[in-house]
């Protein structure tokens, strides 16, 4: 299942610009979720703005603060890409005949 929501315990990647300052400051950043809040408890660190915009933040402490959910992206583990892998892809290299 890879489009379900993003929950605590996933592996992300910030993918999008921040927002408020439209800056690319955090793309790339992986990390897991350590938890989900509405408004983020707390401030922008780039702004310093109130994250009172009704939107839902993933908190880790490893990337230092509160990502909207708006800019990361699930990366969904290896057990659930297994079981969509093409069975063509599975098969064993033809020999070639000497």
Known sequence: MRDRP???GDLVQVVRPSFCIGG???IGVTFIVERIDLDG???CSYCDKEHGDG???ALSVVAKGWWPLRRLKRI???SELEGQRPEESL????KEKA
């Open 24 to 26: 690319n400051e955090g």
């Open 6 to 8: 993003i929950q605590v």
């Open 76 to 78: 969904p583990p290896l």
């Open 91 to 94: 098969r064993q290299p033809v």
């Open 55 to 57: 939107h839902y933040y």
């Open 41 to 43: 408890g707390s401030r």
